[in-house]
């Protein structure tokens, strides 16, 4: 049997978000389903590169083909803020996806031979508004001359088509009903890719693994990509069934996805 040094790369954000598309709810609800989930898509992945099957790897062979294990995710964000249409402080530190991520970490760092690498996230602009809502607002540019109107002259209605009615009164409807999920603070997570990429070129320039998979759908990574091929590494795409661009497809050496396809990704799918 050929012995390899592989390394695999997990883009974290991706994998929670594709994750769900693909298994069954009790294998990535909690955050140790979801580490559970992480580990046996890398045993799979090796599994397969290395010629094992479940009933002759009882012991855990795989892992002796395996240089490391990375997982690559953001620190949650903890700042406070105070809610625009909730009008209730929020500590985002304590909220239930940050407490469920944090967990997550801990989970990995006590799986052998995985490797964590955060970045974190920044807030960058404050509160807005959902595309949906935002459309919604901008749709009522349209009715501000008969507010005016009806301003300047409180004794006359607006001069309104039936149709404009209708309109107007839903339009209103959606603003009265605005809730907690139609706003969204600005977060953005930083560090990330750029500890993939560095992580490409360094096991590449140093020679410590001979075969890569990377876990995500981003076409960023088509220089780190490229960089691997050129010195001799055999570099892999898992993007957990989702379509990935052509330039990506272009430069790596093959797209292997472990899960089952999802059906509604099936060829023919009506779905």
Not at 246 to 267: K, N, W
Request: hydrophobic share 35%.
């Amino acid at each position: 049997m050929r012995m390899r040094r592989i390394a695999i790369l997990i883009d974290g954000g991706y994998f929670i978000r594709r994750l769900p598309k693909l298994v069954d709810p009790r294998f990535c609800t909690t955050p140790r389903q979801i580490a559970d989930s992480a580990r046996y898509l890398c045993k799979r992945h090796v599994q397969r590169l290395v010629g094992l099957t479940a009933d002759d790897d009882e012991d855990g062979r795989w892992l002796d083909h395996v240089y490391r294990l990375f997982y690559y995710d953001a620190t949650p964000f903890d700042g406070k803020r105070h809610h625009p249409i909730e009008n209730r402080p929020i500590d985002f530190g304590k909220s239930t996806v940050a407490e469920s991520r944090r967990e997550l970490f801990a989970e990995l760092r006590r799986k052998r031979k995985f490797a964590l690498r955060l970045g974190h996230v920044t807030s960058e602009n404050d509160w807005q508004i959902t595309p949906r809502r935002t459309k919604d607002l901008l749709k009522i540019r349209r009715f501000a001359d008969h507010l005016q109107n009806a301003l300047d002259h409180p004794d006359q209605p607006p001069a309104l088509t039936e149709s404009e009615r209708r309109e107007f009164s839903n339009l209103l409807e959606r603003w009265r009903t605005l809730s907690e999920s139609d706003v969204r603070i600005g977060l953005r997570q930083k560090g990330v890719d750029m500890r993939i990429g560095l992580d490409i070129a360094s096991i590449t320039l140093k020679k410590q693994a001979d075969t890569m998979i990377l876990v995500t759908g981003d076409s960023d990574f088509v220089p780190a990509a490229k960089l691997a091929r050129r010195e001799g590494v055999e570099f892999l795409l898992d993007p957990l069934w989702q379509k990935v661009s052509d330039q990506l497809y272009e430069h790596v050496d093959g797209i292997i996805s472990i899960y089952p396809q999802p059906e509604a990704a099936r060829p023919g799918s009506n779905r």
